[in-house]
């Protein structure tokens, strides 16, 4: 388990010209001691913006699936068959082989997330088409008492690695109940908005907006407590180990 903020990431650009702080990726045996090197399938989790009146390049990717998270902003995101505002709250899959781009057309900047699986050792089967959905278009549900969850996207939306991609909200003064994960699991919490104490095994972290927890391993267990007198709301990625 690890908790790291993208303001501990160096900065680096992908798709031209889309700012990218690389917060987690997956282990590498070469590099052991990489910071935030941790993920055992995802190959990496980043946090993203494109700067006012930018565009990013036509970019594509053969040997990837890519999930993006609006976080914060409004843009366009455009394929050869597509063009498609998008706004906070809307994520994205972009299959492998497809030339997308994002442009920001307002005076503030677009700010998102971007997960990358890989298709080498993917078990899933990647979509062939553009999938967008905000996720308040599904129902809520809730886990672990307290949280009230949205879905993103599933397995059935034709992820590639991910089982889970969600929204999870947690109210003013909640404990939810405590569980624990193996080692041999991906799952990650990323604040959004508010902050609260992530106990982790025997680790207690305050989380604020900006900060990714992961909770793989947690013996006996972690839980998201909200302490405050305010919502929180973060965003959360899964991947469990193959049966």
Not at 78 to 97: C, M, S, W
Not at 171 to 188: S, Y
Not at 207 to 218: E, K, R, T
Request: charged share 25%; proline share 7%; net charge negative.
């Amino acid at each position: 388990m690890e908790m790291r903020s993208w303001l501990q990431s160096p900065s680096s650009l992908t798709h031209g010209n889309i700012i990218r702080r690389e917060i987690f990726s997956k282990k590498d045996p070469d590099d052991p001691h990489k910071p935030g090197a941790i993920l055992n399938s995802i190959d990496s989790f980043s946090r993203c913006y494109l700067e006012s009146r930018i565009a990013s390049i036509p970019t594509s990717f053969d040997d990837r699936q890519l999930v993006f998270y609006v976080v914060d902003g409004d843009g366009i995101f455009e394929t050869a068959d597509l063009k498609q505002d998008v706004h906070e709250g809307d994520g994205i899959i972009v299959p492998p082989g497809t030339t997308h781009t994002l442009t920001n057309e307002a005076d503030t900047p677009l700010e998102f997330l971007i997960l990358e699986e890989a298709l080498a050792d993917a078990a899933g089967t990647p979509r062939e088409d553009v999938l967008i959905r905000n996720y308040r278009e599904n129902p809520l549900s809730q886990g672990h008492w307290t949280h009230l969850v949205h879905s993103i996207f599933g397995e059935a939306d034709g992820l590639a690695k991910l089982h889970f991609v969600l929204m999870v909200t947690i109210d003013a003064m909640q404990t939810p109940d405590t569980h624990g994960h193996a080692d041999d699991m991906d799952e990650v919490w990323y604040m959004l908005e508010g902050n609260g104490i992530h106990v982790v095994s025997q680790n207690v972290y305050r989380q604020v907006p900006g900060d990714a927890v992961s909770v793989a391993p947690s013996n006996p267990g972690h839980t998201l407590i909200n302490d405050t007198e305010e919502p929180l709301k973060t965003f959360y990625f899964r991947r469990s180990p193959d049966s």
